[in-house]
């Protein structure tokens, strides 16, 4: 039902007191290798809520694109789309310090070599799906070509410029659905001063003239908005939580939500499924080992 197009990761962590100057070298903790990259993430996240869910990726021939693969199949994903090789697996170097703020070095690997011509060749994949989630740690050429095909076979498109970079203005129309965080949303109305400096409503407002059929705008431990083309908007509560990692609880919103709109939720609906699923994946350490299942959703 839900197929995710985008990035797989190794994200490799270790503790430090303090990170190295230039030249330096500092002793850290042991390393601890975790899944990750949004969309994977995101799959992980769907599938574990009892999703069917595939993914449409890239990984390296090597033993961090086994991992990537083998937690994804242990997550119930559909890996036929996993495409290997042509360059090592992206992973994502992390020193967290006593503080816990993070600093992060990203070698996107094999998912700078997910191509245009990729995305073609699974034309079939992407008219299959209900729905289509993809972010920006891919090739935003991929990302155009993925958002275009969907949209010619009837398959809805769901997006999260994340990180932020510059979109094609047919790719931000051809959305069905445009999820943003506070700083998404600023960086795409990086035009529009008046609009940026407004509330998460007037982002949404300015953001649905680019041509979304909807926007939301997630606002972390407040929740979300939901705003359509119609002119509605509604803000939708997070249930309060004890927040222990906040790592990938974007991801596990937009997986979830991307897959009960597919599932023909309407979107005030999947929203509010989505900020409880938010919800728990914070109140456990890390990304897709935090992510909940339906039950421990709807004890929340
Ligand atoms: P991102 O990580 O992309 O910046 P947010 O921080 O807005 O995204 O979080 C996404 C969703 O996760 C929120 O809409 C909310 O449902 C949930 N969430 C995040 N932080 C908290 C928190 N501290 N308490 C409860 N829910 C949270």
């Known amino acids: 039902d839900l197929l995710v ?159 932020p970079a510059p979109l094609p203005v047919d790719t931000l129309a051809a959305c069905d659905l445009l999820v943003v965080n506070e700083h998404e949303a600023r960086f795409l109305l990086r035009d529009d001063p008046a609009a940026a400096e407004g509330t998460p409503e007037a982002w949404a407002k300015a953001l649905l003239t680019r041509g979304p059929r909807s926007v939301v705008v997630t606002l972390g431990a407040a929740g979300a908005l939901a705003a359509q083309g119609d002119g509605t908007a509604v803000r939708i509560p997070s249930p309060r939580v004890r927040a222990v990692d906040t790592t990938g609880a974007g991801d596990a919103f937009t997986g979830a939500l991307a897959w009960r709109l597919g599932a023909g939720d309407d979107l005030a609906e999947a929203v509010r499924f989505a900020v409880k699923v938010g919800a728990a994946a914070v109140t456990r350490p890390g990304a897709q080992e935090s992510y909940p299942t339906a039950a421990e959703v709807a004890a929340l």
Do not use: C, F, M, W
């Not at 991992?67 to 559909?78: K, M, N, P, Y």
């Not at 079939?124 to 070509?145: G, K």
């Open 5 to 163: 197009v985008g990035s797989a990761n190794a994200d490799l962590v270790v503790a430090v007191d303090r990170r190295p100057a230039a030249g330096e070298t500092v002793l850290g903790s042991d390393l601890a290798t975790h899944p990750g990259g949004k969309g994977a993430n995101q799959a992980v996240a769907a599938a574990r809520l009892g999703a069917t869910t595939g993914l449409l990726a890239r990984v390296g021939d090597d033993p961090y694109g086994r991992l990537l693969l083998d937690t994804q199949r242990a997550s119930g994903v559909d890996t036929s789309g996993v495409l290997v090789g042509g360059a090592p697996t992206g992973v994502a170097l992390i020193t967290v310090d006593p503080s816990g703020d993070n600093s992060i070095v990203v070698s996107p690997g094999a998912n700078a070599r997910l191509t245009p011509d990729d995305l073609r060749a699974a034309g079939e994949l992407l008219a299959a799906a209900r729905v289509v989630s993809l972010q920006l740690e891919i090739p935003l050429d991929t990302v155009a070509e993925a958002v275009a095909t969907a949209r010619r076979a009837g398959t809805r498109v769901v997006l999260n410029p994340s990180p």
